[in-house]
């Protein structure tokens, strides 16, 4: 392991200085290569699903690991990456001080990025082609479930950095499932520089916990819209759908819907009919159950224990009747993780008190919490979604994965 830091160290001194047209000659070759490796890429994770149905990983987990059909998407993206803006070196809050000195801030890459994850091979490209694009440089740590898929592309990423004349030690991957290599990542604190765990609570606990890094945690979303009264039915139980069932292994998916007793009437059973149809099942409280109707029941049952706090991550969802704005604000503070919360209402008053109340990374009006996402988001694609609120916060892109130093002018000036 700190063989592999000093290899990025060394790298990532390389890669700082680069130009943005050599870095983008290394994400062009990127994507020329996936696209042409399609099927070996395709076959090495088909091999890993097998493995992963066979050792009984959920449903969830298995689309989550999945790339079949999404290789062109990826190739998307990173070309996406490439024809962004290069932040590194952009000057900004400049001033001159009545001395005479000239201030400014400059963009500068983090340094080294380690990247903790589970079960997305996605995150592999995606964190390589913002690491590229912004001179950082990333140890990548992927679950044992996707190995065989990672090996191929870092092997690919490394390739498409040499092409361009860029280290390939600048994208490292840790291809020992031993996780006892873990903590030895979160412990190279002489070469990297922010830790960036994606997966479950436990190993972000776990990453804060024995760090002696600084860490990024996020990406875990216990997910709410509430439907004010007023709002839209018809419209309304489209948004809910689509947050729900557009793809519900994902962090940015829907877990509980409130809904003003004003037109739950109404909306329970019209939500749960829609709803039904996507084979989705139902975690109710006392007031939507008895709304929902003896048919609708069926398709769930009251909800009970950690239910509000649960993300599901599957076709799963809670239902919550809620006296006003007050009540569903009060609901999400206790159980929203700080990813993506929103409000259907026509009324502006109620929309702006929303979201001043809802302190989330994204807070919608309106709109699907499936938009919480790098490449929706115009960013081309994420390293991680961040719910903390120091350094990044939201998708965490080409800017997120900046520092900067001050530029400091003068003309042999001395302080008095």
């Known amino acids: 392991m700190k063989e592999i830091g000093q290899k990025a160290k060394k790298a990532a001194k390389i ?3 680069a130009n943005t047209a050599q870095k983008n000659e290394a994400l062009h070759a990127l994507a020329s290569l996936i696209d042409a490796e399609q099927e070996l890429i395709e076959s ?23 790339l079949q059909g999404r290789l062109s998407g990826l190739c998307s993206d990173i070309e996406r990456v490439a024809e962004l803006g290069d932040p590194i070196g952009e000057k900004y809050d400049q001033k001159k001080l ?25 995150v592999t490209v995606d964190v390589a082609s913002l690491a590229i694009k912004t001179g950082n440089c990333a140890i990548l740590r992927g679950g044992s479930e996707t190995i065989r898929t990672n090996k191929v592309l870092v092997k690919l990423i490394g390739e498409a950095l040499s092409r361009s004349g860029l280290p390939p030690e600048a ?11 873990v903590k030895e990542l979160l412990h190279l604190h002489e070469y990297v520089d922010l830790i960036i765990p994606r997966g479950g609570a436990k190993l972000h606990q776990f990453c804060r916990e024995n760090s002696s890094i600084p860490v990024i ?7 709410h819209l509430y439907v004010d009264k007023g709002a839209d039915l018809e419209r309304s139980v489209e948004v809910v759908f689509n947050a729900k069932t557009q793809r519900p292994t994902v962090c940015n998916s829907l877990d509980t819907l409130l809904i003003h007793k004003a037109v739950a009437a109404e909306f329970v059973p019209m939500a749960i009919r829609r709803l039904k149809e996507a084979g989705v099942s139902f975690r109710f409280d006392e007031k939507s159950w008895n ?30 009747v809620v006296e006003d704005l007050g009540e569903a604000v009060e609901h999400i503070t206790a159980h929203s993780t700080g990813h993506s919360d929103g409000i259907l209402t026509p009324d502006k008053d ?50 997120e994965l900046t520092s900067y130093k001050w530029v400091v002018e003068g003309n042999y000036h001395v302080r008095k």
């Open 44 to 66: 090495e994770n088909q091999k890993d699903i097998d493995e992963g149905e066979k050792n009984g990983l959920s449903e969830a987990m298995i689309d989550r690991l999945s």
């Open 171 to 181: 994208v490292q991957f840790i291809d020992n499932p031993d996780r006892s290599l």
């Open 217 to 223: 945690t996020g990406g875990i979303g216990v997910c």
């Open 15 to 17: 890669l700082s200085r």
């Open 350 to 399: 109620s929309a702006d008190r929303f979201v001043s109340d809802v302190d989330s990374a994204a807070v919608y009006v309106n709109a699907s919490t499936r938009f919480t996402d790098g490449s929706q988001f115009g960013m081309g694609a994420e390293v991680a979604i961040s719910t903390q609120k120091l350094h990044a916060r939201g998708p965490m892109g080409l800017k």
């Open 291 to 320: 709304l929902a109707g003896e048919k609708e029941r069926k398709a769930g049952q009251k909800a009970g224990g950690d239910d509000w706090s649960t993300e599901w991550l599957d076709l799963i969802l809670g239902v919550k």
């Open 98 to 122: 009545e001395n005479g000195l000239k201030i400014t801030k400059q963009r500068v890459p983090i340094g080294v990025l380690g990247v903790i994850y589970e079960s997305r091979p996605n």
